[in-house]
């Protein structure tokens, strides 16, 4: 038995624990080191004690979600539209879509690379740039777009090669990329004093890494998938394919970018300060909720292999092992981290306010933690069928339809710092609740026990 018979096997046949592990404990791992590669920056540049220079990457985070969600496209699309062929028998129409997903999203990425290069200081001054950190976040923008083609790419198939049944070798080139970045990040910012521009170009070589480790890995006998340009095809199936979970999974990732600049920009009335406390809060909300899309995103190949042979009973069985697994993570989670927000806020950021800040945000934020877990499983597993509108439904709720009313409604009546940032757990506990409703509507309709197999 060859290492993709294997793979294939792990889906089909292994005890539900091993399976669901196998996947997910390589995609947590990923996520831990996306985590590590995020904190890096802000943690490293903190030691600057330039509160502005926090504040210039924060504000350049959501730029690049947007970026990272045209790989969500290509990556979430694929996975679901690949691993859904596999558990047919249709190798053949699985490296077609992965050598589309390749040269679509490097197409893509060149595109945006000039795009940034040209429109620097309009894009600095839409993210909520002031006249205090508008250089830093320019100089940060312009160097880091750099990077963007090798950004989506990594992205993408850190999630596509899931797909095939290759977990460690996703997990292998995350670190690689990931651990680039986190060693340069103090040689650069601190040993050479280079600051925003060191951070920039160390994220640029992690990204780097990361591509060309995928590039390596596709073109090689352990792939079932191809980047090939004799593979490469627009046809509608395909396209359609990738873009049917694509768009939706891409949407969430940018209405998370265009909240958090909204959400930014409602924090910039309160002062710079009260940016670099948010952005801080995010990033220490932002290890639990790493630690929980990795589950979720760890599963999903996987889920959608038994959608795609029909194994529904396997597919319950899953799902069920899973959720179990993502509400402990959930709850254990919430309390380190409202345990340890002062320590944790403590080590970016030493001015007084925005420690202040930092640490009343991130005390609110983690009050999603109890349910993220549900909600990011669900989101997986509603993508995992192919179900095009529940999926945008969902995309288009949690950062958008909800997100915005709330946000309304908690600067209008209460107008504080506090209750702005208290949009977010109020939105996520919602959006937990219209998800689980999705996916049982989902499920019935697309599964029915007389369809399955097993």
């Known amino acids: 038995m060859n290492n993709n018979e294997k793979s294939i096997a792990i889906f089909r046949d292994a005890p539900v624990p091993k399976a669901v592990f196998s996947n997910i404990i390589p995609s947590v ?40 969600a045209i790989g969500m496209l290509f990556g979430i699309g694929g996975t679901s539209f690949i691993s859904r ?10 490296k077609r879509t992965s050598s589309f997903c390749f040269w679509g999203g490097i ?8 795009g940034i290069l040209l429109f620097a200081e309009p894009v600095a001054r839409a993210v909520g740039a002031s006249d205090d950190s508008l250089e830093y976040t320019k100089q940060y923008l312009t160097i880091v777009a750099f990077g963007i083609p090798f950004l989506i790419l990594s992205n993408a198939f850190s999630n596509i090669i899931r797909a095939e049944g290759h977990p460690k070798t996703a997990m292998t080139g995350m670190i690689l990329g990931n651990l680039m970045n986190i060693i340069l990040d103090p040689i650069m910012i601190l040993g050479f004093g280079w600051d925003v521009a060191g951070a920039a170009i160390a994220t640029v070589l992690g990204n780097v890494i990361s591509a060309a480790f995928y590039i390596i890995h596709l073109c090689s006998s352990r792939s079932m998938l191809s980047i090939k340009p004799k ?15 694509g768009i939706p999974a891409a949407l969430n990732s940018i209405l998370m970018s265009t909240s958090n600049i909204v959400i930014n920009k409602v924090m910039a009335d309160y002062g710079d300060m009260a940016v670099a406390g948010l952005g801080v809060a995010m990033k220490v909300n932002t290890i639990t909720v790493m630690l929980l899309i990795g589950i979720g995103t760890g599963v999903q190949p996987l889920l959608g292999f038994c959608f795609g042979a029909r ?16 509400s402990i993570t959930s709850i254990v989670m919430t309390v380190v981290c409202f345990t340890f927000a002062g320590p944790l806020v403590r080590f970016i950021l030493k001015e007084p306010e925005a420690y202040a800040y930092g640490f009343e945000f991130s005390r609110v934020y983690i009050l999603s933690g109890p349910v993220i877990g549900l909600l990011f499983v669900m989101i997986n597993a509603i993508q995992s069928t192919g179900a095009t509108i529940p999926s945008l439904i969902l995309s288009l709720s949690r950062q958008g339809i909800i997100y915005y009313p709330m946000l309304f409604i908690f600067t209008h009546f209460f107008n504080t710092a506090k209750m702005a940032a208290m949009t977010q757990p109020v939105t996520d506990y919602l959006a937990a609740t219209l998800a689980v409703i999705l996916f049982i509507y ?10 399955g197999v097993d």
């Open 29 to 68: 791992i990923s996520m831990i080191m996306v985590l590590f590669y995020n904190l890096a920056d802000t943690i490293f540049i903190g030691q600057t004690e330039d509160a502005l220079m926090v504040t210039a990457v924060s504000l350049a985070t959501p730029v690049f979600l947007l970026f990272m």
């Open 231 to 245: 593979h490469f095809t627009m046809a509608r199936k395909i396209s359609m394919g990738v873009f049917a979970i």
């Open 442 to 451: 989902t499920f019935r309709r697309l599964f029915p026990k007389s369809r």
């Open 85 to 94: 062929r596999l558990g047919e028998g249709d190798y053949h129409t699985a």
């Open 311 to 326: 194994l529904r009973k396997r597919y319950l069985s899953i799902l069920k092992f899973t959720l179990i697994v993502a």
């Open 107 to 114: 197409s893509i990425g060149i595109l945006s690379l000039v």
